[in-house]
């Protein structure tokens, strides 16, 4: 009876812990960073017997790389940014579109699928949408068009964001966690990535079908080739660019953590724009999200509480139960269990606890696959219900506040829902066919 009372006495401990991490992550009161509310969290649960030394350990092990890769990545996006790469692209694809608005909300929604797949959903999300929201605005478009500009570009961020393992930092979290590599990864995720880049622009034409121009003048934009601060450096960037892709491809191989290989490329690009005085390098270093590192390990801590109570035991059975269904069921069911989890609690927590569940369960061969990358999917494209589904909607919503766009979360969430939930089970029934077929 003590052992028993012991235990609930636990769980609700570690629930309680759990919950007002999240609570405190999200609201940041009187600013207050994501890495102490995090940190703060792990040690509470340290303290209450939650967790154990060896466990912290643990969890270092499981997410250094990930976190230090997407640090790089982001690195490397901020480089671009400073010499005007992304401005150059957007003017590209403003050009390209010859005075055509509906082409142009087609092309936009492409570029931030292109950059979300190569500088991850944050680079997408937080350094090209003031971009194009400043030219859309300099087109003198109304203030709904703008507002729709914006949220596409806003959503596509993520629901472009699982081609490939440094496209989002919950794709890298769980690609170590069950050590799958680059190439395994992409194979897998590219296809299911069309079909959602091709779901997402379909809701997102229909859903602001009222609020896209016919035309816009081409003369209130500058030509592209003006938004390059130096040609030298944009030149060396795409040798970078490539380089590094090919290292990223061959890491599989090679047992290179990537977290290396971006950090190397991010600090050549600094260090060669320093040298022609591009970029200021300690303000850009101090412009990293070095507290996602102290955020993801502290939260990997918290959420293996919940694991040590027996709580991912518990959701690793309702997983078990959902796979007696069939493949598709448990595909879309993981799918949308993780992109509900997300909506109320953040992404990051959602794919952890999801990760440690399916290790937990019985699952094997594709179905297991499949688990996999539907808890991927969810993680990433159910973070657009709700403002609070990710760390970078909150800040995208700040930014473009400061820009004089402001969006309601009541329009958020309504938007949200209708653009994810149609976008997300397109996405699950395309990694179900994707997989089906390449297993048969």
Known sequence: MALGETKHRMLYIALLIFALTVVFVIWQPKGLG??????GGALIALLCGVVTLGDVFAVTQMVWNATLAFVGIILISLVLDEIGFFEWAALKMARAARGNGRLLFVYIVLLGAAVSAFFANDGAALILTPIVLAKVQALKFDRPTVVAFAMAGGFIADTASIPLVTSNLTNIVSTDFFGIGFIEYAARMVVPNFVSIAASLLVLCLFFRKHIPDRYDLAELK????????GKLFRLAWVVLGVLFVAYLTSEFTAIPISLITGLAALALIATAQRRKAVEAKS?????????VVFSIGMYVVVYGLRNVGLTDALGRLIETICREGMF???VGVGFIAAALCSVMNNLPTLMINVLAIDGASAEGVLREALIYANVVGSNLGTKMTPIGSLATLLWLHVLARKDVKITWGYYIKSGIVLTVPTLFVTLAGLYLWLKWAYD
């Open 34 to 39: 994501i890495g102490w509310s995090a940190a």
């Open 223 to 230: 030509r592209p080739e003006e938004a390059i601060k130096d």
């Open 284 to 292: 850009l270093m101090a412009d990293a999200p070095w507290r996602i």
């Open 329 to 331: 069921a448990a595909t």
